[in-house]
């Protein structure tokens, strides 16, 4: 089941939401306010953030662009008492996916959670085959099957890689999206260099040529992308 980070100051509505989501079969992370709850959006990792606007140290909105800076698709519904359509339009137009005002009830709240969820570009798990020059990624049946004949195993996690890069062509991701997204780790340097290490390996077997890739591509400065597919 997806994880829902909750940032919210009121103990009696964090544990609310906390209690809700967690019946309903979801994993939870929590902070009580906005400097814990930066300091949980930069080593975890989670589907969907529930955000409470107004909190001590830090506020929701520096949070929220953080959340953008970090995981531009991670999906935020944001939870606030102030219920005012300039506040809404600003929070939505800061990058939230939906704004749910103070007070609310646990079966709207779910709905919601789920809903978002469900359109979240986050979520590459249907992604069952990718074309490339050549070939075909074959991945539900863990494997590379070239124009030739020949084939190439796919390991679980060069399979995850895949999918990810394969949910957002085009886009680049950074080592340390990925491996949070994929690896569910903080960054390291060590960590991110077993990126590099997996994109190689895939690379060999897609039979990719770095020096010039036509599938995984290496963004400077940012990290790899893959490559649209053309009309």
């Not at 990624?137 to 890689?161: F, K, M, N, Y």
Request: with cysteine; aromatic share 4%.
């Amino acid at each position: 089941m997806p994880t829902v980070l909750v940032i919210e100051d009121d103990a009696a509505i964090r544990t609310g939401l906390l209690d809700a989501l967690e019946a309903t079969g979801y994993e939870t992370l929590h902070a009580a306010d906005g400097r814990a709850g930066l300091e949980v959006v930069a080593r975890a990792a989670f589907d969907l953030l529930l955000l409470d606007l107004v909190l001590p140290h830090v506020d929701g909105l520096t949070i929220l662009k953080k959340v953008r800076e970090l995981r531009p698709t991670t999906p935020v519904i944001i939870l606030s008492a102030m219920g005012a359509e300039a506040d809404r339009v600003k929070g939505l137009n800061l990058g939230a996916d939906d704004y749910m005002v103070k007070p609310f009830g646990a079966r709207e709240l779910l709905a919601r959670v789920n809903a978002v969820l469900r359109r979240s570009p986050e979520r590459p798990q249907d992604i069952e085959t990718l074309a490339f020059p050549g070939g075909t990624a074959d991945l539900a049946r863990c494997e590379i099957r070239h124009d030739d004949g020949t084939r190439e195993p796919l390991s679980e996690r060069e399979i995850a890689v895949l999918r990810y890069l394969a949910a957002h062509p085009g886009r680049a991701l950074s080592r340390e999206e990925i491996l949070l997204r994929v690896w569910r780790l903080p960054a390291s340097a060590s960590a991110t260099r077993t990126i590099d290490m997996h994109v190689a390996n895939l690379r060999a077997k897609l039979r990719d040529d770095p020096t010039h890739a036509q599938v995984i591509l290496t963004v400077r400065g940012k990290g790899y992308a893959l490559a649209k597919p053309v009309p």
